[in-house]
């Protein structure tokens, strides 16, 4: 099967396993997470679900949602999720994650957070043995000073090695060919940091990216995912946490 046929195999599972009618569901950002979006319009559509309320996590998505009419809602008035579905860029044993490819972190992993169940929707080749060299770490940092924040970002002792790279072009790493820094959703930079050997504490790297003043969040995904669920050429396997 080809790589949008197994990204399309696991937006709709989880979509089919995990999504109840009555229920608050985060809408993930990214090609693998588009297909569980397009389920969820689906099956409200069809009238297999019903009373769906969706908190979507980037603009784009919003706007994918709107399009096939599933009722949308912001964290200010549902913050308690069922579940959350959204696609990954790395996925280690552990299934801690790197996000971010896409440039959304920030508001996946605030909805994210608030759900219930977290599932993550992969093809085959996410899983990785460490996270870091297979995929740049995105993290999203304010436009002020952005060079000072680089230097103190390479600096942390638990990213040791890494060099953070400004992303350019569209955030959504869609156009690489730009020369102005992308502009996340909420007005900010990306720096992907590139790794050379695997993060060897990814929560503690996480925990440094997070006491660096000028860093808003980072791609590191650690301890949040229920399952994940993986296409591989020999079919859908389901890892639980
Ligand atoms: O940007 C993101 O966090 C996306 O979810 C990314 O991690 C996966 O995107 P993909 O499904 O298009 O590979």
Known sequence: ASQDELKKQVG?????????SG????????????FAVERVGE??????????????TSIRTKEQAEGLGIPLATLDTH??????????????????????????????????MCAKKFIVIV????????????????????????????RQIAALPALAGCEPVLRLGNVANNQKDGDEPAITDNGNYIVDL?????????????????????????????????ACIVAGSDGIIVKEA
Not at 87 to 112: S, T
């Open 43 to 56: 099956k409200l559509k069809s009238g297999e679900l019903k009373d769906i309320i969706a908190i979507p």
């Open 12 to 20: 709709f599972k989880a979509v089919d396993d995990y999504v109840k």
């Open 194 to 226: 590139k790794f050379t050997s695997p993060i060897k504490d990814p929560v503690a790297a996480g925990e440094q990216l997070k006491a660096t003043v000028g860093v808003v969040d980072h791609g590191l995904f650690t301890g949040m995912t229920t």
């Open 123 to 150: 093809d085959e080749s996410k899983l990785c043995d460490g996270l870091g060299p297979g995929f740049p770490v995105p993290v999203e940092i304010v436009p002020f000073c952005h060079e000072h924040t680089m």
């Open 23 to 34: 229920t608050v569901i985060g809408l993930g950002t990214g090609s693998t997470a588009a």
């Open 79 to 112: 913050s308690d999720l069922d579940v959350a579905i959204d696609g990954a860029d790395e996925v280690d044993p552990a299934l801690n994650l790197v996000k971010g490819g896409g440039g959304a972190l920030f508001r996946e992993k605030i909805v994210e």
